[in-house]
């Protein structure tokens, strides 16, 4: 969502570093370039001027002026400047005594109830929260049956469905339920309609009284732009929010809506939906994404990410091969298959420093079709050709490419990509784990080193990698 927007800042910053030092002419011409990107990436603009009025006022401190690298230092002001439009700190889903009650409040078509099954999933997995889902809309043709579907999809149990219920008595019904049953959160998705109007309020209003949540989630669509921002401003004055769930940031919205939401509303964004799989829901980190605008690539959720997919069992194994110089088919399958949970070459490329940029060129050269087509080579190969690929010789070359839909040269690239892996593999084995520690603490420093370790065990907190970036040192 925010790759042209980082585009154009990522210009105005190299301009901004080629120069050996900065006067106020500098700084002005470089904030007109930044005012101008945020207006295009439609962020409102009211929250354009404050924030342009706050970077100028410090980047033209004598500070900066004077700095040895004063691009450097007026990147890291846009950077915590960011931070700050978008919300300062991490803000966390909250709970109560049990069972306590989320209340998702939103327009019709903006993704509610699909969020409300993935917030489900979401704490199931995560937090381990036994959660009952209740659908009140019984306005929408199917709705509740929307959500019981749902609701068998995740594995999370739903409200059984009471025709000819109200709203509030559905809302009574499900806390009942919870209290008997041992139900930790009631997760209460409300009816939307196509536009905000007095009856649609006056429900929401009544249901949060009684039912009294400990969260109101306000589900706004990231591609409709500021008609999302209105939209959040509105229902938090006739039914206060505590937080903000942003759906379809995966697309090519332009963002504003994320960059203008917590200025305008004054409501943190708790919640990202990033694609239409369950686990396509993420918490918001302001320093984070800010990391992402800027191209300083994010690290933590790397890392994160790293930890939630990689079967530990599997990476034991592949470190034991790795030791011995040992390489062969199927284990560059599983590694492909562990690229391709972590989001894919480009979706990794945009989360490392410096590297944003490439992402747009990995996509054009459909490295996802070069993947397709190596797994399919390996997938026709035989288990004994797989693990001895010194066997594939002319006959068996012609017919793997007859099964898999290719060629045989495509079958002696992806020959010579495993042999380069093995050359690489028997290097290691003969500088011995000392020499690759030793490269490894050069490069990275012992204590980051230390906390990823750490991480992969899950005895750290991998957001203590922040200390690696200078920009982001402090932002949690």
């Known amino acids: 969502m925010f790759d042209s927007l980082g585009d154009k800042l990522g210009k105005v910053f190299g301009k901004l570093r080629g120069k050996g030092g900065l006067n106020e002419d500098d700084v002005a011409d470089a904030m007109r370039e930044i005012r101008v990107a945020l207006l295009e990436a439609d962020v409102a603009l009211p929250v354009v001027k404050n924030f342009i009025e ?35 700190d991490t803000q966390e889903l909250t709970f109560s005594a049990p069972p306590s009650a989320y209340l998702m409040v939103g327009l019709q078509g903006s993704g509610k109830t699909t969020t409300t099954a993935k917030i489900a999933k979401f704490l199931t997995d995560k ?16 709705a509740q049956d929307q959500l019981a579907q749902l609701g068998t999809q995740t594995g999370i149990a739903t409200l059984p469905i009471v025709a000819g219920q109200k709203p509030l008595d559905i809302a009574h019904r499900a806390m009942d339920m919870a209290r008997k049953e041992g139900f930790d959160l009631v997760i209460l998705d409300t009816a939307g309609r196509l536009t905000i109007d007095e009856e649609m309020m006056a429900e929401v209003e009544a249901i949060q009284r009684a039912m009294n949540p400990v969260e109101t989630l306000l589900v706004a ?24 769930v942003l759906t379809r940031v995966d697309g090519d919205a332009r963002g504003g809506a994320a960059l203008s939401m917590k200025a305008v509303t004054g409501k943190p964004i708790k919640l990202i939906g990033v694609g239409e799989k369950w686990d396509a829901l ?36 592949m470190a034991a091969k790795f030791q011995k110089g040992e390489f062969d088919f199927n284990d560059l399958l599983s590694q492909m298959n562990q690229v391709k949970k972590m989001g894919g070459v480009g979706g990794l490329v945009k989360m490392l420093p410096g590297l944003g940029n490439m992402s747009a060129q990995l996509e054009k050269a459909n490295l996802g079709d ?38 045989v040269q495509d079958i002696n690239k992806l020959y010579k990509q495993l042999q380069d892996m093995q050359t690489v593999m028997k290097r290691m084995k003969k500088m011995g784990m000392g020499k690759m520690m030793g490269m490894m603490q050069g490069m990275m420093g012992e204590k980051d080193q230390a906390l990823i370790a750490e991480s992969m065990k899950g005895n750290a907190d991998p957001r203590d990698l922040l200390g690696a970036n200078p920009f982001l040192k402090g932002k949690r």
């Open 54 to 88: 706050t970077v100028k006022l410090k980047a033209v401190g004598q500070d900066v002026i004077k700095s040895v690298t004063p691009g450097q230092q007026v990147v890291k002001i846009v950077h915590d400047a960011l931070v700050e439009m978008l919300g300062g």
């Open 127 to 142: 937090q381990r929260k036994k959660i009952l889902m209740a659908s009140l809309d019984v306005y929408r043709p199917a």
């Open 221 to 244: 669509d990231a591609m409709t732009g500021q008609d999302a921002v209105n939209t959040a401003k509105i229902f938090n004055d006739r039914v206060p929010v505590t937080g903000i």
């Open 282 to 317: 993420e918490p918001f980190h302001p320093d984070r994404i800010a990391g992402r605008i800027l191209g300083m690539g994010d690290v933590v959720s790397l890392v994160e990410k790293a930890v939630e997919t990689i079967d530990r069992d599997e990476a034991e194994k």
């Open 370 to 407: 070069a993947t397709k087509k190596q797994e399919a080579i390996i997938l026709s190969m035989t288990l004994e050709e797989r693990s001895r690929p010194v066997l594939l010789n002319a006959s068996r070359k012609r017919r793997i490419a007859a099964g898999s839909g290719t060629t």
